[in-house]
C-alpha cells in the first residue's frame, strides 16, 4: 500500500510539473521561462524515475493509473452532468 | 517486476471502472452542495436533485463493493477498491503538492529582472513637492478660465 501511495504521489507531482512546466516555459519571459524549463527537466526525471524496471513500474502501478485516471474522467462526466442540468434548466 | 503491458492483467473492472463510479458521485456531490447552497429557485431545485444523485451513486458503490446489504451481491472487491481509491487520493496529494512548490518556486525566484533597464536617474532628480505644486497652479488657471468664461456669457444673457 506505501508503494501506491509513494509512486502515486509522484505521479501527480510529475504531472503538475509538466503541465505548468509546458505553460510556464510558454508562457513566460527570461527567467521564469528559465524556470519553466527546470520544472519540466524535474517532471521528466520523475517519469523517467519511477517508470523504472527497479522502482514502481508493475501491474500495482498501472492499475493505480486506472484508478486515477477512471477518477479523473468520472470527475469530469459529473461536471458536464451537472452543466447540462444547469444549462437546461 | 511485472511491467505488463498485457490488457487481461490489468484490473479495469476493479480499478478503473469502480473510481469512475466514484468520481461521478463525488463530483454530483460536490456540484449537488454548491447549487443547492448558492442556487434560487429553480437552480436550488437542480442542486438538490444533484446532491440526491450523488449520494444514490455513492451509498450504491459501498453497497456493491463492501457487501453492506444482505442479499446483494459485491461486484468490486473490496481491497482492490480501496487499493484504487488510495491511488486516487495520492495521485490528487500530489498534484496538489507539485503545484505549491511550483507557487513557492516562482515566488522566491526573482523574476522581474527588466528593473536593470529602468532609467533610475529621472526619478531621482524629481522634486515631488515642485511638480505638485505645479499641477495644482495648473488646475486652478483651468477653474479660473471656467468661471471667466461662465460669466461673459451670462452678462451676455442678461442684455
Known amino acids: 500500500?506505501?508503494?501506491?501511495?509513494?509512486?502515486?504521489?509522484?505521479?501527480?507531482?510529475?504531472?503538475?510539473?509538466?503541465?505548468?512546466?509546458?505553460?510556464?516555459?510558454y508562457y513566460g519571459s527570461s527567467k521564469t521561462r528559465?524556470?519553466?524549463?527546470?520544472?519540466?527537466?524535474?517532471?521528466?526525471?520523475?517519469?523517467?524515475?519511477?517508470?523504472?524496471?527497479?522502482?514502481?513500474?508493475?501491474?500495482?502501478?498501472?492499475?493505480g493509473m486506472l484508478a486515477f485516471v477512471g477518477g479523473m474522467v468520472g470527475g469530469i462526466i459529473g461536471i458536464i452532468v451537472f452543466l447540462v442540468a444547469i444549462i437546461k434548466s | 517486476m511485472n511491467f505488463s503491458t498485457d490488457y487481461a492483467d490489468w484490473g479495469v473492472m476493479d480499478f478503473f471502472v469502480s473510481m469512475l463510479i466514484v468520481g461521478i458521485g463525488v463530483a454530483l456531490l460536490g456540484t449537488g452542495?454548491?447549487?443547492?447552497?448558492?442556487?434560487?429557485?429553480?437552480?436550488?431545485?437542480?442542486?438538490?436533485?444533484?446532491?440526491?444523485?450523488?449520494?444514490?451513486?455513492?451509498?450504491?458503490?459501498y453497497v456493491l463493493t463492501f457487501d453492506a446489504v444482505e442479499g446483494v451481491e459485491s461486484m468490486f472487491d473490496s481491497s482492490l477498491f480501496m487499493e484504487g481509491l488510495v491511488s486516487g487520493i495520492?495521485?490528487?496529494?500530489?498534484?496538489?503538492?507539485?503545484?505549491?512548490?511550483?507557487?513557492?518556486?516562482?515566488?522566491?525566484?526573482?523574476?522581474?529582472?527588466?528593473?536593470?533597464?529602468?532609467?533610475l536617474e529621472d526619478l531621482e532628480d524629481l522634486d515631488l513637492d515642485e511638480?505638485?505644486?505645479?499641477?495644482?497652479?495648473?488646475?486652478?488657471?483651468?477653474?479660473?478660465?471656467?468661471?471667466?468664461?461662465?460669466?461673459?456669457?451670462?452678462?451676455?444673457?442678461?442684455?
Open chain 1, 1 to 25: 500500500m506505501m508503494d501506491i501511495v509513494i509512486s502515486m504521489g509522484f505521479v501527480g507531482v510529475m504531472l503538475s510539473m509538466l503541465g505548468m512546466g509546458l505553460l510556464i516555459a
Open chain 1, 34 to 63: 528559465n524556470v519553466g524549463f527546470l520544472f519540466l527537466i524535474v517532471g521528466a526525471g520523475i517519469a523517467y524515475y519511477i517508470t523504472l524496471p527497479e522502482t514502481y513500474a508493475d501491474v500495482a502501478f498501472m492499475n
Open chain 2, 33 to 61: 452542495m454548491f447549487t443547492s447552497y448558492f442556487g434560487a429557485g429553480k437552480s436550488q431545485k437542480i442542486g438538490y436533485a444533484l446532491l440526491f444523485s450523488g449520494l444514490v451513486i455513492l451509498t450504491a458503490i
Open chain 2, 90 to 119: 495520492s495521485a490528487l496529494a500530489g498534484m496538489m503538492l507539485g503545484m505549491f512548490v511550483i507557487l513557492f518556486v516562482l515566488m522566491k525566484v526573482d523574476t522581474v529582472d527588466d528593473l536593470e533597464d529602468l532609467d
Open chain 2, 131 to 159: 511638480e505638485l505644486k505645479k499641477l495644482e497652479e495648473e488646475l486652478k488657471q483651468a477653474d479660473d478660465s471656467g468661471e471667466a468664461e461662465n460669466n461673459s456669457e451670462n452678462s451676455e444673457e442678461e442684455k
